[in-house]
């Protein structure tokens, strides 16, 4: 009878020291500083047009692959939200984007995944120092953007092949409510840290901390930053962080956070002086330790595209150049910024809902922005 | 996982009067097939609530095969204390708080040391349920088969949440009539 009684204390202190290891506190944090990896290119100034997928497109991203191609990816459909949506990526090779190809649809995600699916969207794609090209985006089974979840899809050959979609639990309450726009930062662990955020009741940003095997392993919130999302996310050093916020409320402008522990703990985010009308944005750390920033420098509309380069760490901000300006109807918008291993720097974003629009900066063009 | 929604289904067939727990979950079966452009009903309700917890799988696992602890037959306080506790962890994983429950789940000495207290505590007073449960959620959460990496997820959810105040509210109004009978 002792024993039968002691038998579910036995089962516990058995599960107690298997999970030992696992109950204890993380290591600290750091991040990855690249450096660049040839002399800066004079890079020829390129704007086009991607081809078209779908009769709306939108939300690029870019990443280089391992053979130093560049690979955009983005959403496409009939329009935002429908269930013919699909995650198209082009490569872009000798000056010219290749014709759209479907990585995912809404049927693939379902079938990986054995859930229901109806809308996928917001696509990030980032490639890590084993060259394992990622792709995460966000799917949502019922009512709007809100209850979507992030999805996970890896790449061994340059994005000819995708494994299964698996997706990513962040939240507690039905796993409702985590979205990504902007690429991760890679970890000196072999992990990575993905910046995401939530929309349902409250919009916040939140910082996925992954190991080397891709198991999340933490995450952690920035304080005072109800009613942002979208973080984008640049390593300073080793330790220091920079999280830029898309501002979805008054006041109508970006806000900044500064994390000294490589997103362990992130300071309470406050408002820059650079306007934002609740639109996306993207953060680049160039090799030379200078910070890029893609976003529409406007209170009410997304109709102007800029740029803006800083040099202390964030503090303060050049005068924007711009990079579209359209009438107050027209939408350049959700950028994507990427510098190549040769230096030259790639912007990509939503060109009038229509299709994506690739522009490449020199290292001279992107020195004059000041 | 998609066996889970059979379970889920089953047991609220059981719920909602279904005799024989065999016919229950025979008939729940049925929603492993697809209805609608290869979507089955279990696939549409995954895609609702997601995957149950750990302890949800070990009650209705429990319950189907009529072995439903006494621990759930009596009792307010313990599926109040429960309830509660995954209320608290909602409100900080949804509310507009700087301070977040759901994080201690990821390297969760703290989480273990008090809902392993409480556990121990009930055990010593003569129910080994908790226990049992806090043991098997750990032992699942350890092998990494878990969709989540977060021992809350393998602790709780929404629908056993909403399970636990039920009976505590069943439980506990039980227990008030009761009082006032003998008071007469």
């Known amino acids: 009878m002792t024993w039968k009684r002691n038998l579910p204390l036995i089962a516990f202190a058995a599960a107690l020291a298997w999970c030992g290891p696992r109950l204890r506190p993380l290591p600290p944090a750091a991040f990855v500083i690249e450096r660049p990896t040839s002399s800066p290119a004079t890079g020829t100034p390129h704007a086009e047009l991607l081809p078209r997928a779908a009769a709306t497109a939108h939300a690029a991203t870019l990443a280089q692959r391992a053979d130093g191609k560049l690979i955009a990816a983005w959403f496409a459909g009939s329009r935002e939200g429908a269930s013919d949506v699909a995650i198209f990526s082009s490569v872009y090779d000798q000056g010219a984007w290749s014709a759209p190809q479907a990585i995912v649809d809404r049927r693939r995600v379902e079938h990986d995944t054995q859930r229901l699916i109806r809308k996928l969207g917001n696509p990030v794609l980032w490639r890590d120092a084993h060259n394992v090209l990622h792709l995460w985006f966000v799917s949502a089974s019922y009512g709007g953007w809100s209850g979507s979840a992030i999805n996970h899809m890896q790449s061994s050959d340059d994005g000819r092949h995708w494994s299964a979609a698996a997706r990513i639990v962040t939240s507690p309450f039905w796993n409702l409510s985590t979205l990504v726009r902007n690429p991760p930062v890679a970890l000196a662990d072999g992990g990575m840290a993905l910046p995401a955020y939530h929309e349902f009741l409250y919009k916040r940003p939140e910082w ?78 160039l090799a030379d330790g200078t910070l890029l ?18 040099r202390d760490q964030g503090r303060s901000w050049s005068a924007p150049l711009i990079v579209e300006q359209g009438d107050a109807g027209e939408e350049f918008s959700y950028p994507a910024l990427l510098e190549d291993s040769a230096g030259t720097v790639h912007l990509a974003y939503t060109w009038k809902r229509q299709t994506i629009k690739h522009v490449e900066f020199s290292p001279a063009q992107i020195e004059a922005v000041q | 996982m998609i066996g889970a929604q059979v379970l889920i289904v089953a047991g609220l067939l059981v719920l909602l009067g279904v005799r024989s727990r065999i016919a229950a979950v025979l008939l729940a079966l049925l929603v492993l097939v697809p209805v609608h452009g290869g979507v089955s009903p279990a696939m549409a309700l995954r895609g609702l609530w997601g995957d149950p917890s750990v302890t949800t799988l070990q009650l209705l696992l429990l319950a189907l095969a009529g072995r439903t602890p006494p621990a759930l037959h009596a009792g307010w306080r313990a599926p109040a204390f429960l309830a509660l506790a995954a209320a608290a962890l909602y409100a900080s994983a949804l509310g507009p708080w700087n301070f977040d429950l759901y994080r201690f789940g990821y390297q969760p000495a703290a989480l273990v040391a008090v809902f392993g207290a409480l556990a121990l505590i009930a055990w010593w007073r003569g129910q080994p349920l908790y226990l049992w449960l806090l043991a098997i959620d750990l032992l699942a959460w350890r092998t990494g088969w878990l969709a989540s990496t977060n021992l809350w997820d393998a602790m709780l959810d929404p629908l056993l949440m909403l399970a636990l105040l039920a009976l505590a509210i069943r439980h506990g109004y039980r227990r008030y009539q009761n009082r006032n009978v003998v008071l007469a």
């Open chain 1, 208 to 285: 996925l901390r992954f190991d080397g095997n891709l198991r999340l392993i933490d995450q952690a919130r920035i304080p005072d930053s109800t009613r942002t999302l979208q973080p984008a996310v640049a390593a300073l050093d080793a330790h220091r962080a920079l999280a830029l916020l898309r501002d979805s409320g008054p006041p109508h402008r970006l806000r900044a956070a500064y994390s000294d522990d490589a997103g362990g703990r992130w300071q309470p985010a406050v408002a820059t002086s650079i306007p934002n009308p609740d639109s996306a944005l993207a953060l680049l750390r």
């Open chain 1, 293 to 310: 920033l893609a976003c529409n420098p406007s209170e009410t509309n997304r109709s102007r595209l800029a740029l803006l380069r800083s």
